[in-house]
């Protein structure tokens, strides 16, 4: 298994004090933005069939919007009831201006993969927004075309 570093989103698409959510090969994580870090964990509620995206942040922490079950976004412990389960949490480095996750891949084939946004900026509307997220996100496979 290998490690491997991808490219998400521009920092300054990473709003401050707010979360979004990128997908890369057919994967979810969730970027957040505090105090001017950013932090990435998986994108899916370890309690229920959630986006993490859809919580509301405040200082480090994310609450599931099903819930109210909140994550601590530095290191990904669940921090109250009805969460058991911390949630998986990724390493970020910001560099030229993009923020890159790195993801424990399976399988990787270099040759200039996509990513895109599914949550987009406030005001930016973005059509066929993937809802679909499979629930094992402690390793990724990272498929590019």
């Known amino acids: 298994m290998s490690t491997q570093w991808i490219k998400a989103i521009a920092r300054a698409d990473v709003p401050d004090e707010d979360v979004v959510a990128v997908e890369a090969g057919g994967r979810e994580i969730a970027l957040y933005g505090v105090d001017g870090e950013v932090y990435a964990t998986a994108n ?3 309690h229920g069939n959630a986006r993490l995206c859809d919580g509301f942040l405040e200082g480090h922490e994310i609450e599931c919007p099903l819930h109210q079950g909140r994550f601590d976004v530095r290191d990904g412990r669940a921090l109250c009831s ?3 389960e911390n949630v998986a949490t990724y ?3 910001i560099e ?3 923020c890159s996750w ?3 891949a399976k399988a990787v084939r270099r040759n200039g ?3 895109a946004v599914t949550r987009p900026p406030a005001g930016v509307q973005i059509a066929n927004r993937s809802a679909s997220l499979a ?3 402690s390793t990724c496979l990272l498929y590019t075309s």
Do not use: E, S, Y
Request: proline share 10%; with cysteine; aromatic share 0%.
């Open 44 to 46: 899916l509620c370890t």
């Open 82 to 84: 009805p969460l058991r």
């Open 91 to 93: 390493p970020v480095r």
């Open 96 to 98: 030229d201006g993009m």
């Open 102 to 104: 790195r993801c424990k």
């Open 113 to 115: 993969g996509r990513l």
């Open 135 to 137: 629930a094992d996100l």
